[in-house]
């Protein structure tokens, strides 16, 4: 996969800068590989995010001697994981675990920002405002290189001989390799995402309540992400009433998760993810590879998407070292298969409390497999149907 070009030329184009390109592109340099990633974006701008980390990512951040930034930061050690069903708590502190005895949330400007910053680091080339226009394809149709678009709008040709898109759950880059959703989820949430002042840290609280669901997530600055779930459907409605206000949703359809609000202020406004199913996508051709939502994405109510991204930009860094690229969706696709599964049915907001609780427990060892898999402790996971 890796060979000698034209100094003008690349090992490998990464198209998105955020954590799962950045990381790719930052594991690729460290072993020598030439590679340039483009961002449409200039760097430091935020996105939605629920922020989490699970364990299994900090665990990768701290393999990649990232994590002191992070924790440098200030952001919020996370001790305590409290499942509310209902008003009811249940609540696990969290112990030692692989070396890792907190979790941790940060906000996507830092995150993206340190992941970006170990790419340059390690040898990669970073071009912000700079858009994927197309690829470069050879005589029989294998991709070759990349068309971007820079800062002033000229289209400029990018030789290299593997292009990844982690471009987001739109990918242009999967659009123009016409990648074919290979499983698709059934249910959606939409979800209200706002940053808040004056709470104190009491770790992850995730919220259920019959047809809905919430959580409040310590991150920088003395803030917390607070978010409120509920069907498409209904947030439409809600939207036909005027101005969404995620306070007033919360008091509606899960009371204890604005029991917890007390005394927030309000540092951002509202913002709406109108709801998207999940889904797997053809990941790997001629040329050319998808990471991050860009090739699985997962409905947000699991707040795994982090998690996974930095778990696929190792898998697919070492598939593109080892040439075995068309290899590597079979892996990402049996770490993630299960837990596909459980969020789309946590996602439908259908479950009595019984059955909610049911759905975590089964998560739980989706997310412990991933776990053991991401430490190296078990390597030898079946390939999921």
Same mark, same amino acid.
Not at 313 to 323: K, N, P, S
């Given at each position: ?111 993206d920002a340190t992941l970006a910053n170990a790419a340059a680091i390690a040898g990669a080339e970073l071009r912000y405002g700079t858009g ?173 998407? +982090?998690?996974? /991204? %930095?778990?696929? &930009? ?7 070292? !080892? @040439? =075995?690229?068309? #290899?590597? $969706? ?28 049911? +759905?975590?427990? /089964? %998560?739980?060892? &989706? ?7 991401? !430490? @190296? =402790?078990?390597? #030898?996971? $079946?390939?999921?149907?």
């Amino acid at each position: 996969m890796i060979g000698n070009f034209r100094d003008n030329s690349y090992d490998v184009i990464v198209v998105g800068a955020r954590c799962a390109g950045a990381s790719t592109a930052m594991l690729l340099a460290r072993k020598g590989v030439k590679v340039l990633v483009v961002d449409h974006d200039q760097p430091g701008t935020d996105t939605i995010s629920t922020h989490a980390l699970m364990r299994a990512g900090v665990f990768q951040l701290r393999k990649w001697g990232l994590l002191h930034a992070i924790i440098g930061a200030q952001t919020p050690a996370v001790r305590r994981t409290s499942f509310i069903y209902d008003g009811e708590a249940l609540d696990i502190d969290l112990k030692d675990e692989d070396g890792i005895a907190a979790l941790y949330a940060p906000r996507r400007t830092l995150l993206d920002a340190t992941l970006a910053n170990a790419a340059a680091i390690a040898g990669a080339e970073l071009r912000y405002g700079t858009g994927f226009s197309g690829f470069v394809t050879d005589d029989e149709g294998r991709v070759i290189g990349a068309k971007v678009r820079t800062p002033t709008g000229a289209i400029e040709q990018v030789r290299a001989p593997l292009v990844i898109g982690a471009d987001g759950r739109r990918s242009a880059v999967a659009r123009a390799a016409g990648a074919q959703v290979t499983r698709a989820a059934q249910n959606s949430i939409s979800c209200l995402y706002q940053y808040v002042g004056g709470l104190p840290n009491r770790g992850y609280r995730w919220h259920f309540a019959p047809g809905a669901a919430g959580g409040v997530i310590p991150t920088n600055d003395g803030q917390s992400c607070v978010f409120v779930a509920v069907p498409p459907e209904v947030q439409a409605d809600l939207r036909k009433a005027g101005p969404l206000k995620l306070d007033k949703i919360a008091n509606r359809f899960v009371p204890a998760l604005n029991d917890d609000l007390a005394g927030a202020e309000a540092a951002s406004v509202p913002v709406l993810f109108p709801g998207l199913p999940g889904f797997f996508r053809q990941s790997a051709g001629p040329g050319w590879a998808l990471v991050g939502d860009a090739g699985h994405f997962r409905d947000p109510i699991t707040a795994h998407g +982090i998690t996974d /991204a %930095l778990r696929d &930009a190792e898998i697919l860094a070492d598939a593109v070292i !080892a @040439g =075995t690229v068309a #290899d590597y $969706p079979a892996l990402r696709d049996s770490l993630s298969s299960k837990f596909f599964a459980l969020t789309d049915r946590l996602a439908g907001l259908d479950w009595t409390m019984g059955e909610v609780q049911n +759905i975590h427990h /089964a %998560l739980n060892r &989706a997310m412990k497999a991933n776990q053991r898999w991401v !430490a @190296g =402790t078990n390597r #030898d996971l $079946p390939i999921a149907a």
